[in-house]
């Protein structure tokens, strides 16, 4: 008689491990926009790639700024704003009437061009900050693990673990830089745009920061506006360059792979700018 084999053992599970989030495309469908009469952008259509970086370059009063405001619904707080065209994440317009404006600033989170810590409040509170404006609650121990986690991934956790009530306004301006950072991760966005987050910034504070973006992209998709073209060559895996004539609005003249757009522009205005020819 023949012995049966044993059954097979049961794949083990994991019921703890969080499923980690997807990355996300977002992407601009003819984005036109206005300030009361002033058209800023002409049908503007940019697809940013999941878990890449995408760098917005070209002359100031182009458009990039707004543009990237656009990206998650801050430039309908501005009065006389306008807007036509769709911002899709994941396939989905941000601006859908049944979409709330919270999910939007959840989902695509902003670090401006000025560090903006909440100087009253300490570092530990900076990085939890979010977390009140979006209604989330906490227990206290995982609120613990968070602050380490996005302090860790800002790329400042080192240097301030053993001051955590300190005061978040009294971090120089590179380490309040990398404080707005961690706490824009600590709500979990699926994208982070970053306006000029380095142009207040000296050249070690600016390295660190480029370096937290390089690694920020395995988890969360980049864009970022920048008017240092060194460093859109060092970041980023896709550059937009942008474009305004005298009184027309701005325009995408040329995207693609930054490697290619610097060494082998397809449109001559792009070649003169990134060889610092003007802008």
């Known amino acids: 008689m023949t012995a049966l084999p044993p059954p097979p053992l049961p ?49 100031s009063g182009c458009g990039k700024s707004t543009f990237l405001r656009i990206l998650n619904r801050m430039h309908e707080l501005v009065p006389s704003a ?14 859908d009437p049944g979409k709330r404006l919270i999910d939007a600033r959840r989902a695509i989170g902003m670090v401006f061009q ?40 800002g790329g400042l956790w080192n240097e301030v673990k053993d001051r955590l009530d300190a005061p978040g306004g009294g971090l120089s301006g590179g380490q309040q830089q990398r404080l707005c950072i961690a706490r824009s991760l600590a709500v979990r966005p699926r994208v982070l745009l970053m306006d000029e987050p380095c142009s207040a910034l000296d050249p070690t504070s600016t390295r660190v920061i480029e370096e937290t973006m390089v690694e920020l992209a395995q988890e969360v998709t980049i864009v970022i506006v920048t008017h240092n073209m060194q460093q859109a060559a060092r970041v980023s895996d896709q550059c937009a360059f942008f474009l305004a004539s005298h009184r027309t609005p701005g325009v995408i003249v040329e995207h693609g792979d930054t490697r290619a757009m610097f060494e082998n522009p397809q449109d001559s205005r792009t070649a003169d700018y990134v060889n610092g020819r003007f802008g």
């Open 114 to 153: 000025k560090p903006n810590p909440f100087p009253a409040m300490s570092i530990r509170e900076n990085v939890l900050a979010g977390l009140k404006l979006t209604g989330t609650k906490m227990r206290k121990s995982d609120k613990a693990d968070l602050v380490e986690s996005c302090l860790t991934k």
């Open 11 to 59: 794949a083990p599970t994991s019921v703890d491990a969080p499923a980690p989030a997807s990355l996300a495309e977002l992407e601009a469908r003819e984005i036109t926009a206005w300030f009361g009469s002033h058209q800023v952008l002409d049908r503007v259509s940019l697809t940013m790639p999941a878990g890449g970086i995408t760098a917005l370059i070209g002359p």
């Open 82 to 95: 306008k807007l036509a065209g769709e911002v899709l994440l994941d396939g989905e317009d941000i601006y």
